[in-house]
């Protein structure tokens, strides 16, 4: 049975950026023999708690049942190094203060009060580190979210984006289960510099509000008290991150993170000098910070007294855009995170998929909006030494838990000019500078892509800007494809041969058709397409097309160089089989294998082809 042919289309092998002609070497692969091979020997023994036990059995801890010995890998988090957890909480802490302007921010873009913010990254932050697809990403509500639901929530009111947020979960849920997530690896690298460059820029302009007179909306002048205290402490924090803390030799302020312990010190100085900074409390309101068993969020199903048809048709298509969305933006921060961490393993999406929509329910259950892994906090966990363990993100959501409800009062009077320092040097070192260097010494086609990816992601929104970039990528590679078909011509004795170079597929059909003169050539033409590979069913197509202008002629087309699925699907392809003008040459020890892109449930008995031993 013919069940599966997983060659990629030219579109789809465009969007990864590999070339095609990388598929034109050797594709045999002989496997090797182990016939006459003698027996292994047994295992030696060795003794578990001084009884023997056969070594296979010793490193299957599954099959020796000692508790101590395996007690710590019991667990969601494995066995708990002090080195690495320790560190990973305070990376956590740090986060858990630079999460909060980002919450109460959202929370205004989104239409609901900041507290519904900062629970909804509590609860989505826990769950998704916990259940996600590797250390180091942190969760929050998102401005990529908010801004989806912000019109639904005008409309509609608070409740149906709780109710928004539970089925962007369950879609997220769903998505993560059936392995949609591996289709992240279709995004070129160059919509990937676009997009960090684009949100470099959205993410600096959110702190640029931060200098805005709040009456005026004016920028705040350095002359002025209040714009000198400013920019002073932002000034201050950068300058603690990035050259104090990092030259600290004392081993115990050496495990604290350059952003914590900088913004720590910048609250302490503006607290000292009572500088007229604002803090938290200020943008968020008293209310925010009160503290007390009174701020808990209530648990609650959040579908509850909408009618069903609404959650049809009001709720779902808003439902549907911000899984999308939040997929995308999860997914490329954990790429991302995996370039950073390169610690030899990388993020799993079926998990990150899985762990979002899992957080996602959760910050629904609990009146939340919803949201996705933040690319900026993640790089400060990572940064402060949190990517080795979940710890640092659910440690992220428990600190920011216990800092609303214990020291609300204390977190309020954090100087946002301090966390507007650290996100600053966050878009610094999230832009890729890289891609202003090579602009000159890359193809037009990925220059013009990084452009209007950073463009689209600073206008419209992240997943449009992946969606746009992709499909300009595609087609620009296709493009480039179609017009790198050739044939080298030679005659030989009433006889001609054509010897094929390039992709046929659907981009290149037509001029593969242009190559030939059936009515100038010969009486008998051989293609050889030992150079080439035909990757879809235009391709197919368009050799019986030409088989078809060579038989009008009176003349034989003879196909050489075909794996014997191309061979097969070409003659299923007419009705009573091959015609008489058109004979396919095959040679199995010489024949490439590969297969045609072609699932149609006419050609599942045609066999899937294997290399010759």
């Known amino acids: 049975m013919r069940t599966s042919r997983p060659f990629l289309l030219a579109a789809a092998v465009a969007a990864t950026g590999a070339p095609v002609t990388s598929a034109f070497g050797p594709a045999r692969r002989n496997p090797s023999s182990t016939v006459g091979t003698a027996p292994p020997p047994p295992p030696p023994s060795t003794s578990v708690r001084g009884r023997p036990v056969a070594s296979s059995l010793a490193a299957d801890g599954s099959r020796v049942e000692d508790v101590v010995a395996n007690s710590k890998s019991i667990g969601v988090l494995g066995g708990l190094d002090a080195k690495v957890a320790v560190p990973a909480a305070a990376a956590g802490l740090a986060v858990s203060l630079a999460m909060v302007p980002e ?32 250390a180091g990403i942190c ?68 702190q640029v509000g931060s200098f805005r007179d709040a009456a005026t909306g004016a920028l705040l002048r350095v002359t002025d008290p209040v714009g000198a205290a400013t920019y002073g402490i932002a000034g201050l924090t950068m300058l603690l ?109 079926r998990r990150e998929c899985i762990g979002q929509g899992l957080g996602n329910i959760a910050s629904a259950l609990t009146g939340g909006i919803g949201g996705c892994a933040l690319l900026g906090q993640s790089l400060i966990n990572v940064e402060s030494g949190g990517g080795a363990s979940r710890i640092s993100g659910m440690s992220m959501a428990v600190f920011l838990g216990l800092g609303i409800v214990c020291f609300a009062p204390l977190l309020g009077q954090v100087p946002v000019a301090a966390l507007v320092g650290v996100m600053l040097l966050v878009c610094q070192s999230t832009f890729s500078w890289s891609s202003l260097r090579i602009m000159g010494k890359i193809p037009r086609l990925d220059a013009a892509v990084i452009m209007l990816v950073s463009v689209v992601t600073v206008v419209e929104d992240l997943a449009m800007a992946v969606l746009v970039g992709t499909v300009a990528s595609a087609l620009g590679f296709a493009w480039k494809q179609s017009t790198s078909i050739t044939a080298s011509a030679s005659d030989d004795k009433g006889s001609k041969t054509y010897a094929m170079n390039g992709p046929l597929f659907f981009g290149s059909a037509t001029k593969f058709a242009e190559l030939f003169a059936p009515k100038t050539d010969p009486a008998e033409v051989t293609v050889d397409f030992a150079g080439s590979r035909i990757l879809d069913h235009s391709g197919l197509e368009a050799v019986n097309t030409l088989a078809d202008r060579y038989g009008e002629a009176g003349k034989v087309l003879r196909l050489r160089g075909l794996s014997s699925d191309c061979a097969g699907l070409l003659s299923r392809l007419h009705a009573g089989g091959l015609p008489p003008y058109e004979v396919i040459e095959s040679d199995p020890s010489k024949d490439p294998v590969y297969e045609v892109a072609e699932d149609s449930k006419y050609y599942k008995d045609v066999p899937v082809p294997k290399p010759v031993s």
């Open 103 to 134: 919450a109460v921010a959202f929370s205004f873009v989104a239409g609901v009060s900041p507290l519904v913010g900062l629970w909804t990254t509590v609860a989505l932050g826990f769950v998704a580190a916990a259940t996600g697809g590797r």
């Open 241 to 349: 991150i990035r050259y104090v803390f990092p030259k600290i030799k004392n081993k115990v302020l050496k495990k604290v993170p350059p952003t914590l312990g900088a913004v720590a010190l910048a609250s302490m100085v503006a607290k000292a000098l009572q500088l007229p900074v604002r803090t938290l409390a200020d943008v968020a309101g008293a209310e925010t910070f009160r503290g007390g068993l009174s701020v808990l969020p209530k648990l609650g199903w959040p579908t509850a007294g909408i009618p069903p048809a609404h959650l049809l048709s009001v709720v779902l298509p808003y439902a549907v855009t911000m899984a999308a969305v939040g997929c995308i933006e999860s997914l490329l921060t954990m790429q991302l995170v995996d370039g950073i961490v390169d610690d030899g393993t990388r993020g799993s999406t």
């Open 139 to 206: 969760s929050s509500a998102s401005g990529a979210c908010a801004v989806v639901v912000a019109a639904l929530c005008r409309s509609h009111g608070p409740q149906y984006l709780s109710a928004c947020a539970l089925l962007a979960g369950a879609i997220q849920f769903g998505a993560g289960a059936a392995g949609l997530g591996k289709f992240i690896r279709l995004v070129p690298h160059p919509v990937m510099l676009g997009f960090v460059n684009g949100l470099a820029v959205v993410m600096a302009r959110a």
